[in-house]
């Protein structure tokens, strides 16, 4: 086989055309950062925006599980083909905690073994590698790319540890959190963050006790939580058995109905913001890291120890000199 070229517009005329491991190749410049990444987000940057879906939660709440049936609706419909049904999904597994891909992600491919050999299935999973502002950036980056490929809608997978959960759901148009009966108890102190990410809310492992207890919670910080114009659903699934699956993926084109008859645009300019101050911050932190050093630096740090200037004007003066 020959070896996939390795610039950006040749390989994305190659994704374009249904070649995955050119996709993976643009998928790894992205998560990898520096220039040659930069250039593919660059070119990724003017073509359609998938239709993303995020999915997040604690581990072990079944989101691997939940997504590969989730995927299998998508392609089909449920309850007999639809005419809705997608010819093409992309998956993303994101673990923040990770700086490889490692164990975990290897899990995750086991679950959604059924769409692995699918070719009209992208998966892939992304780790914190040296992309200049981290997965925050990189897994925009990474669904553009996948929207350049051609793929009308892309799942994101995230494991739920805080703030990457609100910075992965910045980057979805509709945000699913799942969750398991008696989760109360382990994430009271996580519990207004998720309310404020959810479009939707599942319940999994529905065939577990506490299912009436969770959706009471899950109610009780609804009405808490005030009037919106969307009011979250609460679904049930056993992803393991495909029970309330069906439902889940009504839910969100129901989600994305709403959101493109009025909030899609509001919502973009909301995630724009958050991007390009993503980039603003990452760039002049990259300044500050050129500035930091140098000869210009060490002289004002001697400066500094003979007492002949202060940090306020040496700062001024090397910022000046930039
Ligand atoms: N009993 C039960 N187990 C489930 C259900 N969904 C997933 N699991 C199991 O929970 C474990 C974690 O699932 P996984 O999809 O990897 O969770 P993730 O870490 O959120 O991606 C696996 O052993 C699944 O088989 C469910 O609805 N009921
Ligand atoms: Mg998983």
Redesign the pocket.
């Known amino acids: 086989m020959n070896r996939p070229p390795s610039d950006p517009a040749a390989l994305l005329a190659l994704a374009q055309d249904n070649d995955r491991v050119a996709l993976a190749r643009l998928i790894s410049l992205v998560e990898r950062g520096g220039e040659p990444g930069l250039a593919v987000a660059r070119l990724a940057y003017r073509s359609a925006v998938p239709y993303t879906v995020g999915l997040t ?10 997504t590969d049936r989730l995927i299998t609706v998508a392609r089909t419909g449920w309850g007999g083909p639809s005419p809705e049904a997608l010819d093409q999904v992309g998956v993303l597994a994101i673990d923040p905690t990770s700086p490889f891909s490692g164990g ?1 992600i290897l ?2 491919r086991v ?1 959604m073994q059924q769409h692995v050999l699918d070719p009209s299935v992208f998966i892939r999973s992304m780790a914190t590698r040296g992309h200049l502002g981290g997965l925050a950036l990189a897994v925009p980056d990474a669904i553009r790319v996948l929207g350049a490929a051609g793929l009308p809608v892309v799942i994101i ?1 995230t ?1 739920g540890v805080g703030q990457m959960e609100v910075e992965v759901a910045s980057a979805a148009d509709t945000t699913v959190v ?1 969750v398991t009966p008696g989760w109360g108890d382990s994430m009271q102190a996580n519990k207004a963050g998720l309310l404020e990410i959810a479009d939707l809310f599942v319940i ?5 006790p506490g299912v009436r207890e969770t959706r009471r919670d899950l109610d009780q910080m609804l009405e808490l939580g005030g009037a919106h114009d969307w009011r979250p659903p609460i679904l049930e ?5 495909g029970a309330g699956v069906g439902e889940v993926w009504d839910a969100v084109v129901n989600h994305r109905s709403f959101i493109e008859s009025g909030a899609k645009d509001v919502r973009r300019r909301a995630r724009l913001r958050v991007e390009l101050d993503k980039v603003l911050s990452a760039m002049v932190r990259s300044r500050i890291g050129a500035l930091a050093r140098g000869d210009a630096y060490e002289g004002q740090i001697d400066s500094l120890l003979a007492g002949t200037t202060d940090p306020y004007r040496a700062a001024t003066e090397l910022l000046g000199d930039a």
């Open positions: 939660g604690a581990p072990g709440s079944g989101k691997s599980t939940l975990a899990g995750d679950r997978e494991v799942v999994n492992k529905a065939d577990r699934t056993v992803a393991t058995d």
